[in-house]
């Protein structure tokens, strides 16, 4: 039986998502999967990213590590899972604007029948973890994604994260995932690779 191609498209400001986006690529990669990371790009200026300390630092040097995500990816893709920090319980403007770029192989029906999946990193235990989760259901849905949770299909879903992804309480200074959040975002990348693997297969 083939691998499943994962590709994990993430927007990370400060280090957190990206920490979270890592974990999950080790469990899909643990799953047999062959794994792309991308890091979607800032939208705004320097001017702005020059307000908040270290952005433009973080931003160079994880650009330098990640290519931007493609068409192309997507397209290589039969699973994608998509990671951000939370923006008022939504998804970040850098990651929505890369999925609002997909229209063109939505209307050509490339997307439908891959699967999706989503994950977080707040800096609040109730910074919106799950609203922004469940926020990229939306869009998921209309471009035809089959959409995979966590739900709790592994011990660790009772210890950290949501039965709807992966998520990371980073607080104030950016910590990194404890041993349960890496768990379940180990879980995520299995989980979806496995899901994946069988569609595939069964076309």
């Known amino acids: 039986m083939a691998s499943a191609n994962v590709l994990i498209v993430f927007y990370s400001r400060d280090g957190s998502t990206e920490k979270m986006a890592n974990l999950v690529a080790e469990g899909a990669k643990a799953e047999g999967a062959e794994v792309r990371l991308r ?12 307000k908040v300390p270290k952005w433009a630092e973080n931003a160079a040097r994880m ?3 990640y290519p931007a995500p493609t068409d192309a990816d997507v397209e290589w893709a039969d699973a994608v899972i998509f990671g951000t920090p939370t923006r008022f319980g939504n998804a970040a403007a850098e990651l929505k604007a890369f999925i609002d770029s997909l229209g063109g ?4 029906g490339k997307l439908n029948g891959k699967v999706g999946s989503a994950f977080t990193s707040t800096a ?3 910074g919106g973890n799950e609203t922004t989760i469940t926020s990229l259901y939306n869009p998921l849905a209309h471009l035809g994604f089959i959409i995979v949770p966590t739900g709790y299909a592994d011990p660790a879903a009772f210890k950290a994260g949501t039965p709807y992804g992966a998520s990371h ?4 200074n950016a910590s990194p995932p404890n041993e349960d959040e890496a768990a379940v975002a180990r879980h995520q990348g299995r989980r979806v690779a496995q899901v994946a693997k069988a569609l595939k297969a069964a076309k």
């Open 39 to 50: 890091r979607a790009r800032d939208i705004v200026g320097p001017d702005i990213m020059a």
């Open 63 to 65: 650009n330098a590590e």
């Open 105 to 108: 192989l939505w209307f050509q």
């Open 124 to 126: 609040s235990p109730h």
């Open 169 to 172: 309480v980073a607080g104030q």
